[in-house]
DNA sequence: TGATTATGTAACTGTTGAGATTACATAAAA
DNA sequence: TTTTATGTAATCTCAACAGTTACATAATCA
């Protein structure tokens, strides 16, 4: 959802747009979207302006911005499911497991966001107007 | 918790090893350990024996089991989130983003796999064993 | 200044998915 | 045939996330 709000703020080219006219892209409520803008805020990858004839915009241009920082800002929570129980700390196994695959899984989360970087905005961008080239109404 | 059982079967060295020790290590519910035996017997990972005095082995030795495989078995939905509502199709974005993004996490999916079959099921033992050399007594 | 517009944010309500639990039929070995 | 262990269904709980309503606050414009 976050990269479909910033390819919409890509689209309009600076354009302050409100959080009810992404919530009609998205297909969804404002208030969903203003949550996760607060996320993209504290990435420093859009500005948002408060009071009437305000808006959303992103604070660089859509070449200079990658998925992987995207993802970073929205992902809060680890792309591999953790236990909700602790292991059985008897079992030699379950006792030194967790670490070791923390490790594993930090590195495979790695090489997800390397290649995430290889994808800018500007990218996506230029991958739908690709994809769907006879549209070109600006509708938000 | 697919690879920790793996790694108990792994450790166990083709002993059958039953899903109650199994949810002994992982400190959860045997009925939880066959669910996910079920996924890893589809997948060809391990083999399961009923009965008095069965369980379950691995199907291959650890140093052929890479976790991208155990991955692929058991990872049944996408890793990245699916809108819950479909976008606004009147949105020229809403409209096209959704091939689009499927292309790019495919291939940051793709990345992943790559990096996850560079460990092996016995280099998992491997990094365990490093990790907590003392312990030696097998509990489950 | 005051009306208007839009964000920030709290509080509450679904909904969904994963794990947990109980129960029981079935299969295989002793 | 008794015992042991799996396969599987039904149900429950719980956390995370999306959705909704409501309202205070901030910024613009007439």
């Known amino acids: 959802m976050a990269v479909h709000v910033l390819a919409v703020l890509a689209y309009k080219e600076g354009d302050p747009v409100t959080s009810a006219m992404l919530a009609g892209s998205v297909n969804t409520n404002p208030v969903i ?21 305000a808006g959303s ?47 594993v899984f930090a590195s495979a989360e790695n090489a997800l966001e390397r290649d995430l970087e290889k994808t800018t ?7 739908i107007k690709a994809t769907c080239p006879a549209i070109v109404k600006k509708t938000g």
């Not at 196994?93 to 967790?98: E, K, S």
Request: glycine residues 8%; aromatic residues 2%.
């Open 57 to 103: 915009r992103l604070s660089r241009s859509p070449g200079r911005i990658n998925l992987a920082e995207v993802y970073r800002a929205v992902e809060a929570a680890e792309p591999f499911a953790k236990p909700a129980r602790k292991a059985n700390t008897a079992c030699p196994v379950g006792h030194c497991i967790r670490e070791t695959l923390n490790r």
């Open 33 to 53: 979207i203003r949550r996760l803008l607060l996320s993209l805020q504290r990435a420093r990858l859009v500005e948002t302006r408060m009071g009437a004839g």
């Open 121 to 127: 905005l500007a990218g996506v961008i230029g991958m």
